[in-house]
């Protein structure tokens, strides 16, 4: 029996593992941040010919489901908001796109804008980060897609 408990707690670190890591994203020893933020475009663009409503609504379980996985990767981890969990970029690069027209300028301008403030942290976002738990590690890269999708309805709406 105590085997089989064992067996299942491998199990369910790797599963935890693979999400938390973007498919092992993040354990490129370079940029694994930006790798995760690439992850989100790719989702963005499996998502693409889904409604509006129906692509919140799955931002907001990946932030749920987010922070659940974020929460337990840092166990298994062993470090608050390890570099290797990903899923928080994949999320927040998700919610830059959102209600963006799909053009390659202002995709670009979405991953980038998203990696300077989820790579900056501007004081608000950083507070954000202090939140004990999985909630921390996704809601600082939640408001940092929320700040570059902001930017960019500006820009959209000036032009």
């Known amino acids: 029996m105590e085997k089989q408990k064992e067996a299942q707690i491998v199990f369910s670190s790797r599963i935890i593992d693979f999400f938390a890591t973007g498919a092992y994203a993040g354990y490129i020893p370079f940029a694994p941040g930006t790798l995760g933020s690439l992850w989100g475009l790719f989702f963005y663009y499996l998502l693409l010919d889904l409604s509006p409503f129906l692509y919140i609504l799955i931002i907001v379980f990946l932030f749920f489901i987010g922070a659940q996985i974020s929460a337990r990767a840092e166990i298994i981890y062993g470090k608050k908001d390890d570099p290797k969990i990903v899923i928080d970029e994949i999320m927040g690069m998700m919610v830059a796109l959102i209600f963006i027209p799909k053009t390659i300028e202002l995709i670009i301008a979405a991953f980038l804008l998203f990696r300077i403030f989820d790579i900056f942290k501007l004081k ?36």
């Open 124 to 159: 608000p976002i950083r507070n954000l980060e202090k939140i004990k738990g999985g909630i921390g590690v996704m809601a600082d890269d939640l408001l940092a897609g929320l700040i570059a999708n902001t930017i960019l309805q500006i820009y959209l709406y000036a032009v």
